[in-house]
């Protein structure tokens, strides 16, 4: 799996060059680093958590059990902002930088992100209910992002998500084919 950081890093680095040359070209790079500098003060902090966090007895009992799922990895713990239950956003960002193991995706999925595919998986949310969402690859110039994206704001509703809600966000698979388990601390 250090291939798949690799490529990752490498593609993330080719893009950063090229929009560094065309602001050069362009002029544009002093101001481009007066306003980076301004915006590093409203960045929000990363939050830590202190112990490396288990999957719930009732959710693994759920996937193992229930949908004959395995492998389960935790992708992010992270307390939800206001992006992430903004109606008008509908969508769940996950910071490239927060997630714990990029192990749980497998070559092919990461070469369709790469060529920003969304892959469709299961979600099986905190009440169980099992919906279908899209998971996908974003690059915001200076960080990348997995998002899910279809659905979400119906699983923040029925959920009950708010800011500040801190939730697990585990994958697994059933027949190699990518679920996601969403669990609300």
């Not at 070209?25 to 288990?54: A, F, H, M, V, W």
């Not at 714990?100 to 369709?112: A, G, K, M, P, Q």
């Not at 708010?162 to 027949?175: G, H, I, P, T």
């Amino acid at each position: 799996m250090d291939y798949l950081l690799e490529v990752v890093r490498v593609e993330h680095e080719k893009m950063q060059e090229q929009i560094f040359m065309k602001e050069k070209k362009n002029g544009q790079l002093k101001r481009k680093r007066r306003i980076q500098e301004d915006s590093n003060k409203n960045k929000r902090p990363i939050t830590s958590y202190p112990s490396k966090p288990l999957l719930p007895e009732g959710l693994k009992r759920h996937i193992v059990e229930n949908m004959g799922g395995s492998n389960c990895v935790l992708v992010i713990q992270k307390q939800l902002f206001f992006s992430d239950v903004n109606p008008q956003a509908s969508r769940l960002l996950i910071p490239f930088s927060q997630v714990e193991s990029h192990e749980f995706l497998n070559e092919s999925e990461v070469e369709r992100l790469k060529k920003k595919e969304a892959i469709k998986a299961c979600l099986v949310e905190p009440s169980m209910e099992e919906t279908e969402i899209n998971f996908k690859w974003w690059d915001m110039r200076k960080n990348l992002m997995y998002v899910i994206t279809t659905s979400w704001n119906s699983i923040v509703k029925n959920n009950r998500l708010k800011v500040e809600d801190v939730v697990q966000l585990w994958s697994f698979r059933v027949n190699s084919t990518l679920y996601f388990a969403l669990q609300k601390l």
